[in-house]
């Protein structure tokens, strides 16, 4: 449980006004790098014009080769807890021949889920309808138990499809989690490389069906990856601060769960990646599904 201090209003307005003086230190001013006639402005927006087109052909060029990579066939029956029940990795694609898998971290006995997938997830619910109707489904698959999923998903008021993978090996073998003994060996296998231990990390899956009903991995991506999926760093890249993260401890040291923002919120510079806590008295902490 969460204690916190009592003091006299004067002493709380006191602290407030630190707070204050700390939060307008880091901000930053918007640097006028050139400030130049309409003329010359046109003419460098025009330069750079043909930089973001070239950019563009060699996104759909990235995009077409991505398609092209070859497939592998699922040989591993995996089934998941959802509000329907048991269902299997083919019953997710919901009639469709396109899935989309989101891992999102979310361990077992966790508080809440990472900010971070928060964040990404927020983009997700105005998505579905347009997916689905490209032949697509979107699902997302964390190892939390069912219920504590559904509790953080009312929370956030999310409608998007979730499912637990706790009693399978799903989340391990796509290496977005990581058992007790992989993370005492000081490296674990995540985005195709050893990198730094960890209890879960993000990514997406890519699958599709065939006609016969089996189910082929047909693409993953992991850390930065997952990127093109949040629609605000792409606002963010127009303005002139841009995402606004240097000097941070780690990038999105500033995310908030959307219902934790509040007015004037106060960033740490130096707050590191952690994961949340484990809620007292869970079951799950420290059991392994090696």
Request: a negative charge; proline letters at 4%.
């Amino acid at each position: 449980m969460t204690t916190h201090k009592t003091g006299t209003r004067e002493q709380w307005l006191a602290a407030r006004l630190e707070l204050l003086k700390a939060e307008k230190e880091l901000t930053i001013e918007v640097a006028h790098p050139n400030v130049v006639p309409h003329v010359e402005w046109l003419a460098a927006r025009n330069e750079f014009l043909t930089k973001e087109k070239e950019f563009t052909r060699l996104r759909d060029e990235l995009s077409r080769q991505r398609r092209a990579l070859p497939w592998e066939k699922v040989e591993k029956r995996y089934e998941f807890d959802s509000t329907r029940g048991r269902i299997t990795l083919a019953e997710l694609f919901d009639g469709r021949s396109q899935l989309i898998v989101y891992h999102f971290m979310f361990g077992p006995g966790w508080q809440e889920g990472c900010r971070s997938c928060s964040y990404v997830a927020d983009h997700f619910g105005g998505s579905i309808l347009h997916l689905a109707n490209r032949d697509t489904t979107l699902a997302v698959v964390s190892r939390a138990p069912l219920a504590e999923i559904e509790a953080f998903k009312k929370r956030m008021g999310w409608k998007f499809q979730w499912v637990s993978s706790y009693a399978s090996d799903f989340n391990f073998d796509y290496h977005v989690s990581f058992t007790p003994e992989e993370i005492s060996g000081g490296k674990v296998y995540y985005n195709y490389a050893m990198d730094d231990p960890r209890e879960e990390g993000p990514g997406f899956s890519v699958f599709a069906k065939d006609s016969a009903g089996e189910v082929f991995h047909t693409y993953s991506t992991y850390g930065r990856g997952v990127d093109i999926l949040i629609g605000a760093y792409n606002f963010l890249d127009l303005v002139p601060k841009g995402r606004d993260e240097d000097g941070l401890g780690f990038t999105m040291s500033w995310v908030r769960h959307h219902d934790r923002y509040t007015q004037g919120y106060f960033v740490e510079p130096a707050q590191k990646r952690e994961e949340p806590k484990i809620s007292a008295g869970c079951c799950c902490s420290g059991e392994s599904h090696s």
